[in-house]
């Protein structure tokens, strides 16, 4: 029906006007002529339907032009009626077309190249704004006429779209997996030698603008990313030059190349490194392969390089430089961590402390603590000579006979920190806080009453006595008290010369330490990809997330490190740049870089990146860059924040553990079904994992199901073995507890008739505490039907075995969980760690631990020494871990209990000293007979009597 009708007001008001008004309507546009001309109004600029307002008698019509609305008032009721009835048709025929536009739009965005797609998160988004936007103009119910049936379902799917909820969303979501599931059954099943579970599948069909996949211990997660890469293939969402996968490592993406090949039957799709990868861009863009400097391959080489550099600014410095003077200052404080005793609780800690880090004065003397260092560095300095610790006896000052020598409350000699004795004066450094308290292991009331005979002792001889204590240590001013203390005395002093200090520091290797240091330092500023604004904020980041770095002055080492390396980095860069090379950071660097600017047009769309979990901050900001050059790219990334092990080379476990927080809206998927080890080892491996609550919570369930614990705890009789401290000497001793577990295996398997060969793996904390090469060699021949491998953990990661066995479970220097840490001036370039009140200590360690556990299929064992438990030992017997005890008879060992791995507990009365607890007694012959000693003697003195026919025996 043609629409035309013309209507006019009252004919009062035409009568009380000059213009005769009226209003007409056609199909194309409203017509106003009470301005005595008439305006007209296009259907197609009104925003909305026209509407009435009804009044007692009269009748308004209202429209919206341009944004502004206009009335017409004054008109029969019925007469407007029918004016809205057509202006509604006329309307709704110019709009109608509109709505059948954005549901044909939104239908695209749901439907792209006309396939049915995953619904990401912003396209359903998209949607919604779409068909809320298109239906602003339209009231809920729609005119009785006006609108084609077309149009009339175009409305109605537009109103559905619209009011989309997250609920309706998910089970659109779950639906299409099903149908994809079901359509690629045949294909599910058979890409793997096993079918795909059903999370895995799951995995392979989201498809989010983010994909997350925690994929746990033996989950099957390369499964999964050869399965998606597969999916999208044959689903045809992508082609083969479309997808990239990116792996850590040569080899672990030659495994992936092989993988694809066999098990799709495709060589057009290979894995790329990081590295690999930056030099694709680089050569893209620049139209030649970068020169990578030598120094990128050889890190001993690079090393070297800096140590030149070093030694260049120290002997060839100019003479108003301070860079000599600024590397004086770092090594006479810095070259070894700062301690007090005050920082340890036992005196077994405070030993390890002193000797792990092997502390020696400038004079080659082993202290006892660090106020001792400073004040025997400060007269090495001075040039004033002196004994240290030796027993002191008193000059005879014009008497006829020497005074009684001092002796201590259990009737040692006194034997002073340092005797000067020329000028007959001692010096004590006193472990007593501004508090006067002692340290935790120090018996302050004895303490206290040896300071008072010491100090009656010197009056009543006439000698000096200058006595510093922790309160100068603390505020840094012990030297210069020192300094004023001596010139009481007038004492003469030669001091060594800047020169004569560093060619000491170069003879007992503290510059050479210093090099390294400096080395890693520059190796990780540059994987950090800082600058100065950048680093700054994330030194005062590392300080707040571990304010305990502040003590000793943390914050001014940090400083004065830096200072030192920046003429390095900058003779470094400067090299590279006169050179034309580029470093390995330089190719990811580069390569962001040049996606960011558009030089480099990416043509993936699907970016898939293994091993997430070890990925570092720059690596991320190239994973995100690619991502971000393709309008619809999909980022699918694996990983398990489980397994992060790798904090020392710069991997940040924060961007798996708050993925969705750097990349954006992220779908994620568990895969909680591990095919590896069995239900034994997963209770075990899992609760201990949990202990830290900043770990993603993840509940693992198991293939392989047993009734037994498959985790078996061995404490062996190690410590006070002669060599027992020498790596080479533990390595033959641990041998004969590996050779019996061996043993038992092969015979085990022999009794059941196995045919296949049995793979066991050896694993450590550190490499040298294996079987070396001629050991293994050994074991692999005495026990053929075994195939025996060793490697350290970090080593084994993505490794599998049916037996393992973790050696080195220990505590100490060379113990795990690693004690010693990073260096502070390290720890402060790494990643920050996520600082949780309630995390356990050793996350990495715990991590470490959890990564070996998981390494097995059928069994675990882990070997320790009884007298010096690993903490990790000590929690699963503490905590009741449901784990295996061996038999008092078995490999010579002894039953483990609780009261064995108690801190300080353990000792043997046989070998352990009873004062340090974790020192050795030691048979030794001397002037007046044969008795026994500390093993960590000078810092422990203890001695005890032995009976001649016992001691001989262990001699």
């Not at 600029?45 to 009804?54: A, G, K, N």
């Not at 004016?83 to 965005?109: F, P, T």
């Not at 699918?636 to 397994?643: K, P, S, T």
Request: aromatic content about 10%.
């Amino acid at each position: 029906m043609k629409l035309n009708l013309s209507i006019k007001p009252h004919w009062l008001i035409n009568l009380l006007t000059r213009h005769q008004e009226c209003l007409h309507l056609d199909e194309q546009r409203l017509s106003d002529s009470r301005s005595g001309s008439a305006q007209e109004y296009p259907w197609q600029e009104m925003p909305c339907l026209p509407q009435i307002d009804r009044g007692f008698i009269f009748a308004a019509l209202i429209w919206q032009h341009q944004g502004k609305v206009y009335r017409f008032s004054w008109l029969p009721e019925k007469k407007a009626e029918q004016m809205l009835v057509q202006a509604s048709q006329a309307w709704c025929r110019i709009h109608g077309q509109q709505l059948i536009a954005a549901a044909n739009a939104c239908y695209r965005l749901l439907h792209p190249g006309n396939e049915k797609r995953y619904l990401r998160q912003q396209t359903w988004l998209n949607i919604k704004s779409h068909a809320q936007s298109a239906l602003k103009s339209w009231p809920d119910i729609l005119p009785a006429t006006g609108l084609t049936s077309g149009q009339q379902q175009a409305f109605k799917r537009l109103q559905y779209l619209a009011k989309w909820s997250e609920k309706d969303l998910q089970q659109y979501r779950q639906d299409f997996i099903r149908h994809q599931q079901n359509h690629f059954a045949d294909f599910f099943h058979q890409v793997e030698a096993n079918p795909l579970t059903q999370q895995q599948q799951v995995a392979c069909i989201t498809d989010e603008h983010n994909n997350l996949v925690l994929a746990g211990a033996g989950t099957g997660k390369t499964s999964v990313m050869v399965g998606r890469t597969g999916y999208l293939l044959r689903s045809r969402q992508a082609d083969a030059g479309e997808i990239l996968l990116l792996a850590f490592g040569n080899k672990a993406a030659k495994e992936m190349d092989e993988r694809l090949k066999q098990r799709l039957g495709r060589d057009d799709i290979k894995a790329s490194t990081f590295h690999a990868l930056g030099q694709t861009i680089i050569t893209k863009v620049e139209g030649k392969a970068p020169d990578l400097t030598p120094l990128a391959r050889d890190e001993n080489a690079k090393q070297q390089w800096l140590e030149q550099q070093l030694n260049q600014r120290l002997t060839g410095a100019a003479p108003d430089s301070d860079y000599p003077d600024l590397v004086l200052a770092y090594l006479e404080r810095y070259r070894y961590p700062r301690r007090t005793t005050f920082d340890f609780t036992t005196l077994a800690q405070h030993i390890a402390y002193l000797k792990d880090n092997r502390i020696k004065s400038l004079s080659g003397d082993k202290v006892h603590s660090y106020g001792e260092l400073l004040i025997a560095d400060y007269l090495f300095k001075t040039g004033i000579s002196y004994h240290y610790r030796q027993p002191y006896t008193p000059p005879n000052k014009h008497r006829d006979t020497p005074a009684p020598a001092l002796k201590t409350a259990d009737f040692r000699p006194y034997k002073p920190a340092f005797y000067l004795p020329e000028y007959d004066i001692v010096i004590e450094f006193r472990h007593i806080n501004p508090d006067g308290k002692t340290p935790d292991f120090i018996d302050g009331k004895n303490y206290q009453e040896e300071i008072s005979a010491q100090r009656q002792f010197h009056k009543n001889n006439n000698s000096g006595l200058i006595e510093l204590d922790q309160t100068l240590l603390s505020s840094g001013q012990l030297p210069r008290a020192l300094e004023q203390q001596l010139k009481k005395y007038a004492l003469a002093s030669t001091p060594v010369s800047n020169q004569a200090l560093l060619d000491k520091f170069s003879d007992n290797g503290a510059l050479e330490k210093l090099g390294q240091l400096l080395s890693k330092m520059l190796t990780l500023y540059k994987a950090g990809n800082f600058n100065k604004n950048s680093l700054g904020k994330h030194i005062k980041a590392f300080f707040a997330n571990k304010p305990e770095g502040l003590l000793h002055g943390g914050a001014d080492q940090v400083d004065l490190t830096l200072q030192l390396l920046a003429p390095l980095y900058q003779a470094y860069q400067a090299m590279l740049a006169r050179q034309e090379q580029i470093d390995f950071d330089d190719m990811i660097t580069k390569a962001t870089a040049y996606i960011q600017s558009g030089q480099f047009t990416s043509p993936w769309s699907y970016i898939m990146v293994d091993e997430f979990q070890d990925i570092s901050a720059p690596r991320a900001k190239l994973v995100k860059a690619l991502r971000d050059a393709v309008s619809r790219a999909s980022l699918f990334c694996v990983g398990d924040d489980w397994q992060a092990i790798y904090r020392f080379a710069g991997s940040d476990v924060s961007l798996t553990r708050h993925f969705a927080a750097y990349f954006g809206q992220t779908s994620i998927t568990t895969l909680d079904k591990t095919f590896r080890f069995n239900n034994s080892i997963c209770d075990v491996a899992s609760r201990f994992i949990s202990q830290n609550p900043a770990q993603l919570t993840k509940k693992l369930t198991t293939f392989n199901r047993v009734k037994t614990p498959a985790v078996t705890l061995i404490k062996l009789s190690l410590t006070g073995l002669p060599g027992s401290e020498n790596n080479k000497s533990q390595n033959s001793t641990i041998l004969t507890p590996v050779n019996d577990i061996l043993k038992d295996i092969s015979m085990t398997r022999t009794k059941l008739a196995r045919e296949k060969s049995c793979s066991v793996l050896l694993l450590a904390r550190y490499h040298h505490l294996l079987p070396d090469n001629s050991a293994l060699k050994q074991l692999t021949q005495q026990f053929p039907a075994l195939a025996i491998k060793a490697m350290s953990i970090h080593a084994s990661k993505g490794m599998e075995a049916d037996i393992v066995l973790v050696l080195g479970l220990d505590q100490g220097k060379q113990g795990f969980p690693a004690e010693k840490g990073e260096p502070l001036l390290i720890d402060a370039l790494l990643p920050l760690e996520e600082n949780n009140r309630q995390s356990p200590a050793h996350a990495e360690e715990r991590r470490l631990f959890y990564v070996a556990l998981t390494r097995a299929k059928d069994h675990v064992y882990l070997l320790t020494d009884r007298q010096k438990p690993s903490a990790f030992v000590r929690e699963l017997i503490t905590a009741q871990y449901p784990i295996n005890r061996e038999d008092p008879d078995k490999h010579v060992l002894s039953t483990t209990t609780a009261e064995d791995v108690e801190q300080d507990s353990t000792p043997s009365p046989r070998t352990n000293c009873p004062v340090c607890k974790t020192g050795v007694l030691t048979a030794r012959a001397g002037r007046y007979g044969n008795f026994y000693s500390c093993s960590h003697y000078p810092y422990c003195e203890h001695t005890e009597k032995a009976a001649n026919n016992d001691c001989q025996a262990v001699l």
